[in-house]
């Protein structure tokens, strides 16, 4: 069964590094996402990708942070300079198209540890 | 998007049935009602999904009350590997992007 994968699983960075988190969608998705959950914290939206352009984005994905799809496969998210409250699980997502019956894939997370 | 509301926790023990509910008396008449569930220390993976219905599929059932202003998600024979956190989530038929997730209901299973 196709897959989202992730990588690195687990990266420790200390505050003000840049950290990039790569994430390759399964092959014949159209929309891609990322997703962070603080620990103990419930999932919380980053920001949608379709057709090379970010389609929304939440509060808290400031300038800070940026997408790119630097190739047909990879989906990146970047932490321009990361703070100690970046520390969370971050999961990329991919879905198919965007009709409500829909399933939306995600991956086994990136745990991004700040110090 | 619609709000739903789940109970925080709840226990079962192995091999039993579980029912998990979920309210959304809110719902649209285009809103899919999708079911997610995170086990530990990995992302949220997909259970079932419906519109009016009541779904099965190898994962689970899906029962959609006729109002459809509630959902009960059925595992019918607990596993210890069931223990996750388990998301009901609406997503409109004609236009959804991302999915918010609620807190959701911690299944713990007992053996």
């Known amino acids: 069964e196709p897959e989202v994968t992730q990588t690195p699983s687990h990266q420790v960075t200390q505050m003000g590094q840049e950290v990039i988190l790569r994430c390759v969608p399964i092959s014949n998705h159209l929309y891609f996402y990322w997703y962070r959950q603080i620990l103990g914290q419930k999932v919380e939206f980053l920001v949608s990708f379709y057709n090379n352009e970010i389609s929304e984005k939440s509060e808290i994905f400031d300038d800070q942070f940026s997408v790119e799809r630097p190739d047909g496969s990879n989906f990146t998210l970047k932490i321009r300079s990361t703070k100690l409250e970046d520390s969370a699980m971050y999961f990329c997502a991919s879905i198919k198209g965007l009709a409500g019956g829909e399933t939306q894939y995600f991956g086994p997370g990136t745990r991004l540890l700040v110090l | 998007d619609a709000k739903t509301t789940q109970p925080n926790s709840m226990e079962s023990n192995e091999e039993e049935p579980v029912h998990l509910p979920c309210n959304h008396s809110t719902i649209s008449g285009t809103d899919y009602i999708h079911w997610y569930r995170q086990l530990p220390s990995q992302g949220p993976e997909y259970v079932i999904h419906?519109?009016?219905s009541n779904v099965n599929n190898r994962m689970a059932s899906l029962a959609i009350a006729e109002d459809r202003k509630s959902s009960t998600l059925i595992l019918h024979r607990a596993t210890l590997r069931d223990a996750a956190v388990y998301y009901c989530?609406?997503?409109?038929?004609?236009?959804?992007?991302?999915?918010?997730f609620g807190p959701g209901t911690r299944l713990s299973v007992l053996p």
């Open positions: 419906g519109l009016t």
């Open positions: 989530i609406l997503r409109d038929l004609n236009y959804g992007q991302n999915f918010v």
